[in-house]
């Protein structure tokens, strides 16, 4: 499959009306094919159209700064406990459960658990006896005969793998950095006044900048193409949130703001609670 690299070729193509996502297997049966089948991700035209409305929808009901303030108290009981370490599962699990929690699922960190068993699966669509099983789970969770369940899976799963990546590539970046590292002016003046402060505020540039869904598929005048999404070379003033990250035009990430929110929060505490993880 060709692949685009080139960040302003990626938007265009992003941007495209002609080009669609590669759709869910129609012969498919079982819990897996019919969320993706429900999904806006894998919906092309009308049907992403409003499946995404919906989306928006829901998601407007999620407050960021609520969002944020969860994830902490969560990453706080996860050191507490002993977790400090960004891949450890009690990390891992925080953005699909404060997602999961805000959208009322009545057991979140289930939730993450089945979101973390059907996140490969979600994506390619090759199933097995365990993903069906853990992707049932999930659209049960969400209200079954709801017309909205799958939507509101789709929240979960997809806020899980993302955003716990940034999570881990941000605290990788800062315990690289060095003290030394002098406070970006740019990103300063960008995001001041912020409570996460200027070396988390990097880190998660950085880890964007290097994109954690490193790519997506579009299918052009019947042409696959791969499209790769990190984007070193996005001008300084870019705020993070409109980085390549997070994909551009009518399918680009509609959980931007909630994801920011969640994983600043994450990498926030888990440096709080580590004073030598980048301050040294
Ligand atoms: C840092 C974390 C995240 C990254 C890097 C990310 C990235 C992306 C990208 C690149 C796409 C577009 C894929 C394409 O165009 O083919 C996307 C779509 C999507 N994302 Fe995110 N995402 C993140 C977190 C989240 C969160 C927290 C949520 C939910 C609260 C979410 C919900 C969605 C949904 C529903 C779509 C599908 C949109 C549509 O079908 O039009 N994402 N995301």
């Known amino acids: 499959m060709p692949i685009i690299t080139d960040s302003a070729s990626a938007r265009t193509l992003l941007a495209d009306p002609g080009a669609t996502v590669p759709g869910p297997d129609p012969t498919a049966r079982g819990p897996l094919a019919d969320l993706r089948r429900g999904v806006s991700r894998f919906a092309n035209g009308a049907d992403h159209a409003h499946r995404r409305n919906t989306i928006e929808v829901l998601l407007d009901r999620l407050e960021p700064a609520a969002l944020a303030a969860d994830a902490a108290a969560r990453a706080r009981d996860a050191v507490r406990a002993g977790s400090r370490d960004a891949d450890a599962w009690a990390i891992r699990r925080i953005p699909a459960a404060a997602i999961a929690g805000a959208l009322g699922f009545a057991d979140p960190d289930a939730a993450a658990v089945e979101a973390e068993v059907v996140a490969d699966a979600y994506r390619s669509g090759a199933t097995s006896p365990a993903v069906d099983a853990a992707a049932a789970r999930l659209l049960h969770a969400a209200g079954g005969d709801r017309p909205d369940a799958a939507l509101r899976v789709q929240l979960v ?22 003290p030394e590292t002098a406070v970006d002016p740019v990103l ?17 540039d950085g880890a964007l900048r290097a994109a954690p869904v490193a790519t997506t598929v579009r299918v052009r005048a019947g042409l696959r193409v791969e499209v790769a ?33 969640i994983a600043g929060a994450v990498v926030g505490e888990l440096r709080r609670a580590d004073g030598s993880v980048g301050s040294c």
Request: hydrophobic share 40%; aromatic share 2%; glycine share 8%.
């Open 229 to 261: 999404l990190a984007d070193p070379v996005a001008p300084h003033s870019t705020p993070p949130g409109e980085l390549l990250a997070f994909g551009a035009g009518p399918r680009r990430c509609p959980g931007t703001a909630h994801a920011l929110a």
């Open 157 to 178: 799963v997809q806020a899980h793998r993302a955003t716990g990546d940034t999570v881990s590539r941000a605290i990788e970046r800062l315990a690289q950095a060095s």
């Open 188 to 204: 300063d003046a960008r995001h001041a006044p912020d409570a996460l402060g200027n070396p988390v505020v990097d880190a998660m």
